[in-house]
């Protein structure tokens, strides 16, 4: 990652599962509720803030198979969040484009968990 310098910078999954999160939230206020989509916004933001909780626990495991542990939980939030989102788009059409954008990042936030957990070799 380089930042507007054009500089290499740390890349921080810390903060991208809480920008991650802030957008989720922000999304999730924007929405018209309605008594299909209430439950289904409050399931989404669960899931979505949850991706950044769980990661940043894994980062303070006191062991291997804790850490393993926490970001595959991590992992399933994001594939649930993807879930959630596609309910989202269907329940509240006016927002598909911007549930598409958010489940984009979900989706590269999941690779990524995924990849964390295959070289991380359980002990």
């Known amino acids: 990652m380089t930042n507007a310098s054009g500089e ?3 890349y921080d999954l810390e903060e991208r599962t809480a920008t991650f999160g802030e957008a989720a939230i922000d999304f999730a206020m924007s929405l018209k509720r309605s008594p299909v989509a209430s439950p289904l916004i409050s399931q989404f933001v669960r899931s979505a ?8 626990e894994a980062d303070d495991a006191e062991s291997k198979k804790d850490f393993r542990h926490k970001i595959a939980i991590s992992r399933k ?21 911007n549930a598409r954008h958010l489940w984009q990042e979900t989706k ?5 968990l995924s990849k964390i957990l295959r070289n991380t070799k359980p002990n």
Not at 79 to 96: D, G, N, Q, V, Y
Request: one cysteine or more; hydrophobic letters at 30%.
């Open 8 to 10: 290499q910078r740390p």
């Open 49 to 56: 803030t949850s991706v950044g909780a769980n990661y940043c």
């Open 77 to 97: 939030e994001a594939r649930e969040t993807k879930h959630w989102l596609r309910m989202i788009a269907r329940a509240c059409p006016e927002s598909k484009e």
């Open 108 to 112: 590269e936030l999941h690779l990524i």
